[in-house]
């Protein structure tokens, strides 16, 4: 049937660090998905949706696979794994520059069989490669003996070449019946959590070592101002130690302002408005252990057990 609205639901796995959450955003083309160069950034499922004509690709960015090793990270794995059963397809994202497969790309590999799922080998960073043609024929060869593929796909989330080569082979995995979000739709996230991931995308950028993964930021108000085009957002930063408060302050305050301006401006572009930011940092010792603070923060206790 002519001009029949098609959809398809595509998980995206891979490891930490690989590229998932930056081939996201270059497909929507606008940044729904926060990055870093630090592993576990992406802590929830992530819902992106790209719409072209008839087809809509209805996209899942998941966590990297690691080994969990609090409860957020139980939470973590669970969400993979739920994901890997719900979509219609899959696509793993490797990094083109390492040189074997991983402990945790092997057990994703496993997953995707036992799913039955379909999936695509998606290589990432073939901007970085110096010899591409010679290294690209090592790296499929040594992927496609360890699972049949559909389609293998080399792109660079960076620049964007061979991204619309995989948008290519996912719409074939589309059906009719209708598409799931409007046309103009490019997530199901809550606003609040996306100004939450702003913030906590700069702690990320700006701080290093342990602290990142010790801290949740929670959006308390978030609020138009009335006949002006001014969003006012209060946030509140959770840090597990006051030592890591005192950081993420830093000396005068100058590491908080540096986070809040930086978000502020990504919140900015992203509303279309001027927006009025005050952010607080409280302490909640061992919080990524604590089911009540999880689930206070967003990460949903059912997923837990």
């Not at 969400?79 to 040189?99: C, R």
């Not at 799931?180 to 913030?199: C, N, R, S």
């Not at 006012?232 to 890591?244: G, N, W």
Request: proline letters at 3%.
């Amino acid at each position: 049937m002519k001009n029949e609205k098609r959809s398809a639901f595509v998980t995206i796995v891979g490891i930490p660090n690989v590229g998932k959450s930056s081939l996201l955003n270059r497909i929507l083309g606008q940044k729904i998905a926060i990055v870093s160069s630090k592993p576990q950034t992406t802590r929830t499922r992530i819902m992106g949706v790209f719409t072209e004509d008839d087809d809509q690709l209805v996209f899942i960015d998941t966590p990297g696979l690691h080994k969990p090793k609090t409860e957020l990270g139980q939470f973590m794995v669970k969400a993979i794994n739920e994901s890997v059963d719900g979509g219609d397809v899959a696509v793993l994202v490797i990094d083109a520059t390492k040189d074997e497969v991983a402990k945790g790309e092997n057990s994703m590999i496993e997953k995707l069989k036992h799913s039955h799922m379909p999936a695509i080998l998606a290589i990432n960073k073939i901007d970085c490669l110096k010899n591409k043609k010679e290294q690209l024929l090592e790296i499929i060869l040594r992927y496609s003996s360890l699972f049949d593929f559909d389609a293998v796909v080399p792109l660079s989330a960076q620049t964007g070449e061979g991204v619309d080569a995989l948008l290519g082979e996912l719409k074939k995995h589309t059906v009719g019946g209708g598409h799931f979000f409007p046309g103009d739709e490019l997530t199901d996230q809550p606003e609040k959590v996306l100004a939450a991931e702003m913030i906590r995308e700069k702690i990320l950028r700006l701080t290093d070592k342990e602290i990142p993964h010790g801290v949740a930021v929670v959006i308390e108000r978030m609020k138009q101002r009335d006949g002006i085009n001014i969003l006012d957002i209060d946030a509140t930063i959770y840090c597990e130690r006051d030592t890591h408060k005192g950081i993420l302050i830093g000396k005068g305050g100058s590491m908080l302002k540096k986070i809040s301006t930086y978000a502020r401006q990504d919140m900015e572009n992203f509303f279309d408005c001027k927006v009025n930011l005050q952010t607080w940092i409280k302490v909640k010792e061992d919080w990524r252990n604590r089911r009540a603070l999880l689930s206070n923060f967003g990460y949903d206790s059912k997923n837990f057990d």
